[in-house]
């Protein structure tokens, strides 16, 4: 795939697939050629997917550059026929080409190996019907095709990083195997040089072939495995329809997803997918978010509500206005951002970066060093030392270092993003498990965002249901916060309104209006006063609610204090849940907003705080981040606003809700798309699985190379147990990181 993630004036980035890549010291060759280009401002290639992300300036560097430069270093960059859309068909179909390549390969490596192996163990059981030297010579017509068809690439590949005069993975095969087979060769053809004139000479074609084979296989079961990392990039590309249904010229017209237009009435029946994005016009149904928000449970919608697309309608037709197609969709959005965490760079595998640049060489070293050693000083024979350092040369692995990172990056954001997760980059994903102190805005973060009613009560006789008919038909003709709480919530109560007269707003107190010939005021206490001669009882009863952290309104109905309704912001569900279980794995959990004392310290205990500051203006954010962090805590923020956005951005970690504003989400480092505070919890353990998978595939891919280095080096290593073990580190690498999908948080 080619993206076009951003572009400010000249600056661009792109990401764009990378051919030719073995190991860890390739990506190291084109990231340091890109970075050469003038105009390059950063340059990140990913081995696990083969891709190169570059952020350049357009008015200094051209594609074509960049793609010269990479060419120059032995490898190819793709440029698909658009950069500035996804072009994920064109590259699944060059990945099947190349996949199928690999597989013809394996099978015809295969199968002369058995043939060649079966030759071999009859030989030694002395039961051929011909002489050894003409067994010798079928081996060699067998070998052939193996070395120069199956193992082409190997060769391809070293002679392109020699003509540079650098080493690779592909150096290392080629070496190791090209001495076997010209060694055998040799021995086949012109005995003497090896000293076996007059004698039937000892041959390797078997130990080449099956090194291989088995590299082959490990290739093979290695781009399986990987294929398998980038899946919640593929099931995201798959949630989005072909085509949608909508309205054009008064009737309904199926057209392509990419021809849906801004404004568009788009329609949707029940079991259909959401196909771009909008507001629903008409129609109440259920929907499914669950690969959006991670949320398993379906969404009541109905008019006024927005839909987001890649989402299934389960059980109603609605009829919806687009209001974001293509790139600007919030699937377009998460795929990107999905996309660009798994093309980066984690700091962690800085020292991964700086052994693999000069691993080949030194194996290669090492190689010489035990040949010289075994035959000029141990005097032992030129073919034990040859195998020797054959041995060495295939054991190594720098391949299993540079995708024990990526691998872990890829799987555990793409697990994130199932959870509805979105984690910006592989350092903000490493950066997660260090938190210590949380500090979560109140407003949008612990609450809901919005008042809603959470008591009635009323008084002098009057029934709640004609109380509530009352101020709520007051309250509509009112745009304040708070009466449009009442408004909803009658309308919940299936309480019908009535028509009103003589309607009056005393800004910050209260309102007024005539209703079915009854005159009814709602307010506060000093604006009540002004309407009823007694209030000091019904007073007492709006002190606790204050200190409960509610807003108190009174409503009187002809100079009577009809009823009392208490409105809040109230804390989401799930939060009290979230925050004990952040507490109980030792963080300290602090809310921050601009209430008074006595509203925060309510809010605080219903949510289970013990440190809480109050009345803090909207600038003053960034000052209480920096504060805690000044007393050594490594700090995460959440907020939903875009006043949070620059403590955020100040934040060890920014996590933003899903359901704020897009500043807020640009600024931080973590997005809830559910809005859902026990997705920090999820954010936090995934970060520690992720960074343990990471260490493990480390630790086993230097101890690998670290052990069966010096072990075939003493000669205790046969060649073809060499390179399965070879082969099958770097499957191991990936499938240890494959075991974080197993994450539900």
């Not at 074509?64 to 996804?86: C, D, F, H, M, N």
């Not at 064109?90 to 394996?106: P, R, T, W, Y």
């Not at 109603?316 to 206005?321: K, L, T, V």
Request: charged share 20%; with cysteine.
């Amino acid at each position: 795939m080619v993206t076009s993630n951003k572009t400010f004036d000249h600056l661009q980035t792109l990401t764009l697939p990378v051919e030719g890549m073995s190991c860890a010291s390739c990506v190291l060759r084109v990231e340091k050629a890109l970075k050469k280009v003038n105009g390059v401002s950063s340059a990140t290639v990913n081995l696990a997917n083969e891709k190169a992300t570059i952020e350049f300036d357009t008015a200094k560097a051209t594609v074509e550059q960049l793609q010269g430069a990479v060419a120059e270093s032995g490898y190819t960059l793709r440029i698909p026929k658009s950069t500035e859309a996804p072009g994920e068909q064109e590259m699944e179909q060059a990945k099947g080409v190349a996949d199928k390549h690999l597989m013809s390969e394996l099978i015809l490596s295969a199968a002369f190996t058995l043939a060649i192996m079966v030759l071999s163990i009859l030989g030694m059981a002395d039961r051929l019907p011909f002489t050894f030297d003409t067994m010798n010579k079928i081996l060699l017509v067998l070998a052939t095709p193996v070395m120069f068809i199956a193992g082409r690439r190997f060769f391809m590949g070293a002679w392109a990083t020699a003509k540079h005069f650098t080493a690779d993975m592909n150096t290392l095969i080629a070496v190791g195997t090209g001495a076997a087979y010209a060694y055998s060769v040799t021995a086949v053809l012109f005995p003497v040089v090896v000293g076996t004139a007059g004698a039937t000479p000892h041959v390797y074609f078997d130990t080449a072939v099956v090194i291989i084979t088995l590299i082959l296989l490990g290739r093979y079961l290695e781009a399986t495995a990987k294929s398998r990392t980038s899946d919640a990039i593929k099931k995201l590309l798959g949630l989005q329809p072909k085509t949608a249904r909508v309205v054009r010229d008064g009737s309904d017209t199926d057209v392509s997803i990419d021809d849906v237009l801004l404004e568009d009435i788009v329609i949707v029946r029940p079991g259909e997918k959401i196909p771009v994005d909008g507001i629903i016009t008409k129609g109440l149904t259920s929907i499914d978010e669950s690969m959006v928000t991670g949320e398993s449970l379906p969404v009541e919608k109905s008019v006024g509500h927005k839909v987001v697309g890649g989402t299934i309608n389960k059980n109603g037709s609605i009829e919806f206005r687009a209001t974001a197609v293509g790139k600007n969709t919030v699937l377009a959005q998460i795929v990107k951002l999905v996309e660009e965490a798994q093309g980066s760079k984690a700091p962690i595998q800085r020292l991964a970066d700086r052994i693999a640049s000069v691993f080949v060489p030194i194996v290669i070293g090492i190689a010489l060093l035990t040949f010289s050693l075994w035959f000029f000083v141990g005097q032992s024979s030129f073919t034990y030392a040859m195998v020797n350092f054959i041995a060495v040369l295939i054991i190594a692995c720098p391949c299993a270092l540079g995708l024990a990172t990526p691998t872990a990056i890829m799987v555990g954001t793409g697990v994130g993003a199932r959870l509805g997760v979105l984690i910006k980059n592989a350092e903000s994903l490493e950066r997660t498990h260090k938190i210590q102190t949380v500090i979560l805005d109140k407003t949008g973060t612990i609450t809901e965002g919005k008042p809603s009613v959470t008591d009635v009560m009323t008084f002098s006789g009057f029934e709640q249901t004609r109380v509530l008919q009352a101020v709520a038909s007051v309250e509509k003709q009112s745009e304040h916060p708070l009466g449009q709480a009442i408004v909803e919530y009658a309308v919940k109560k299936n309480i019908p309104l009535a028509p009103t007269d003589a309607f009056q707003l005393s800004t910050g107190l209260g309102v007024t209006a005539v209703v079915d010939g009854n005159t009814v005021a709602a307010g506060n206490m000093s604006f009540m006063k002004e309407h009823v001669s007694y209030l000091d009882e019904h007073g007492e009863v709006a002190d606790r609610f204050s200190n409960e952290g509610k807003t108190p309104i009174f409503i009187a109905i002809n100079g009577k204090v009809a009823g009392l309704i208490a409105i809040a912001d109230t804390i989401k569900a799930t939060a009290p849940e979230a925050i004990k279980k952040l507490q109980a794995m030792g963080l300290e959990v602090i809310m921050l907003t601009g209430d008074n004392e006595r509203t925060a310290k309510a809010i605080a205990v219903q949510a289970g705080l013990d440190r809480l500051i109050s009345q803090v203006k909207p600038d003053e954010k960034l000052h209480h981040v920096k504060v805690i962090q000044g007393e050594g805590k490594f700090v995460a923020m959440a907020g939903d606003g875009i006043n949070d956005a620059p403590a955020l951005a100040q934040a060890d970690v920014g996590i933003a809700m899903g359901t704020g504003t897009d500043i807020a989400m640009e600024a931080a480092d973590i997005t809830l798309m559910k809005g859902d505070l026990r997705s920090i919890v999820h954010a936090i353990q995934l970060s520690s699985r992720t960074l343990g998978t990471i260490r493990q595939n480390l630790f086993w891919a230097f101890i690998y190379n670290v052990v069966g280095i010096p072990v075939a080096a003493l000669g205790l290593l046969n060649p073809m147990i060499a390179a399965a073990a070879m082969a099958f580190s770097s499957v191991s690498v990936v499938s240890n990181s494959l075991r974080l999908k197993r994450f539900r948080g």
